[in-house]
C-alpha cells in the first residue's frame, strides 16, 4: 500500500462553536461524576452546537478560517473531501453545502464516511489528488455535530463526545516533504461495537425505530478500546518501520483523541515522551472526524512543529476504521 504523496499540508484551521459543557454541567441530566469523567477519559469539557448548527456550519467556519490565514479565494479551491458521519442530511452531501457557502464555484467534493479515522482517509484521499498532478488546491475537512446523536439516557456514550471541525490546505509538495506514506485499513466484524442502526437504508425511520433509541450512538466502550490501543500501535510500528524510521524519529504525534487512556496506552507501546503526543481531548472531548486537524491546529498555535519535522496522524474509528498518516511538515 505504501507510495509516496507528492501533497503536503499548507494551512491549517479549526473551529469549534461558543458553548462549552463541563463535566459538572452534565452531571446535572446525566448519572455521572466530573471525577469518573475525568479519570476515565481525560475530559474537562467539550464544546455543544446550538440546535440548527450542522457540520456543513462547523466545517465552513474552519474553512473560512482557513482561507483567510492563507490569503487565498475560495475561488482557488479546485476539491473539497469532508470526512463525517454527521451529515446534515442523508443527501446531498455536505460537502456540496460547504462548497455553496465558501463560494468554492470552482470545487467538486465528496462525503467520506470512516467515523473517528475519517480525516485520516480523507487526506489520503485528498493527496491522490494532488499525487495525480490533477489538483493544485485541495481542502480536506473533517466536521461532525456528535451533539445530534447522542442518547443522554446512556451515560457511558453521552459524557464522550463534543462537536468541532477542523480544515486542512494540501497542495504539491517538494521532493521528501509532505505525506511520506499511509497505511489503512477496516475490520467489518467490529461494525456493531460502535454504530448508529436507524435511519438508514436497512432501518429507515419509523416511529419503531426512534421507540427503540436506533438514531443514537451504540458503543460497546471496552471492546472499542482494546481494539484501539492494539491497532493504533501496531499501525504506527508498521508506518515508521517500513519507511525505515522508529519513533524516536518523530517530532509529533497527532492522535486521533477518544480516551486519554487510549493515547497513554499507545504511547507506552511506542515509548514516546509526553512532550510529542499532542493532547487536547481535555477540553475538546471526542470530536471524531474533527480531533486530528484541531490537534494540528492547536500544535501549529502551540509552535509543536515546524518545517520538516515528521509527524504521524493515527485513528480507529467506527467500523471498525483504522488510518495512519506519516509526513514531514511542509510549512
Ligand atoms: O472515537 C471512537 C472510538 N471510541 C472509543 O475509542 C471509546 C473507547 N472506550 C472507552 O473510552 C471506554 O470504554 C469508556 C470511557 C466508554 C468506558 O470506560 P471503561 O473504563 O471501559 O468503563 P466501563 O464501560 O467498563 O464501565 C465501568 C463502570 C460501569 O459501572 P459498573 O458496571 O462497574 O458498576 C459503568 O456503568 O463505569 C460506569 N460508567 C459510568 N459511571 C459514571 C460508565 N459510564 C459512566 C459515566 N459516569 N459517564
Known amino acids: 500500500m505504501g507510495k509516496r504523496i507528492a501533497a503536503k499540508i499548507t494551512g491549517v484551521a479549526g473551529y469549534v462553536p461558543p458553548r462549552v459543557v463541563t463535566n459538572s454541567d452534565l452531571e446535572k441530566i446525566v448519572d455521572t461524576s466530573d471525577e469518573w469523567i475525568r479519570t476515565r477519559t481525560g475530559i474537562r469539557e467539550r464544546h455543544y452546537a446550538e440546535p440548527g448548527v450542522a457540520s456543513s456550519h462547523l466545517g465552513t467556519e474552519a474553512a473560512k478560517k482557513l482561507l483567510v490565514a492563507k490569503g487565498i479565494g475560495a475561488d482557488e479551491i479546485e476539491l473539497i473531501v469532508l470526512a463525517t458521519v454527521t451529515p446534515d442530511m442523508l443527501f446531498p452531501a455536505t460537502a456540496c453545502l460547504i462548497q455553496d457557502r465558501l463560494g ?48 443522554y439516557t446512556d451515560r457511558a456514550t453521552c459524557v464522550l463526545f463534543g462537536d468541532g471541525a477542523g480544515a486542512v490546505l494540501l497542495e504539491p509538495a517538494a521532493e521528501g516533504e509532505g505525506i511520506l506514506d499511509f497505511s489503512h485499513d477496516i475490520d467489518g466484524s467490529g461494525g456493531e461495537n460502535l454504530y448508529m442502526p436507524g435511519g438508514g437504508s436497512l432501518h429507515p425511520t419509523s416511529a419503531e425505530t426512534v421507540a427503540k433509541r436506533m438514531h443514537f450512538v451504540h458503543q460497546e466502550g471496552a471492546q472499542v478500546f482494546k481494539y484501539a490501543v492494539r491497532r493504533m500501535s501496531e499501525h504506527a510500528v508498521n508506518i515508521l518501520e517500513r519507511n525505515g524510521l522508529s519513533s524516536k524519529d518523530l517530532a509529533l504525534v497527532v492522535p486521533h483523541q477518544a480516551n486519554l487512556r487510549i493515547i497513554k496506552g499507545m504511547q507506552e507501546r511506542l515509548g514516546i515522551e509526553d512532550s510529542k503526543v499532542m493532547i487536547n481531548i481535555d477540553h475538546f472531548g471526542n470530536t471524531t472526524a474533527g480531533t486530528i486537524p484541531l490537534g494540528l491546529m492547536e500544535a501549529v498555535e502551540q509552535k509543536r512543529v515546524k518545517k520538516g519535522d515528521l509527524v504521524l496522524l493515527i485513528a480507529v474509528g467506527a467500523g471498525y476504521t483504522t488510518g495512519a498518516v506519516l509526513m514531514r511538515w511542509g510549512y
Do not use: E, P, R
Not at 485520516?120 to 491522490?128: N, R
Open 104 to 151: 468554492a464555484k470552482n470545487a467538486w467534493g465528496f462525503d467520506l464516511s470512516a467515523a473517528c479515522s475519517g480525516f485520516a482517509y480523507a487526506l489520503t484521499v485528498g493527496a491522490q489528488f494532488v499525487g495525480s498532478g490533477t489538483h493544485k488546491k485541495v481542502l480536506v475537512i473533517g466536521s461532525d455535530v456528535m451533539t445530534s446523536i447522542l442518547d
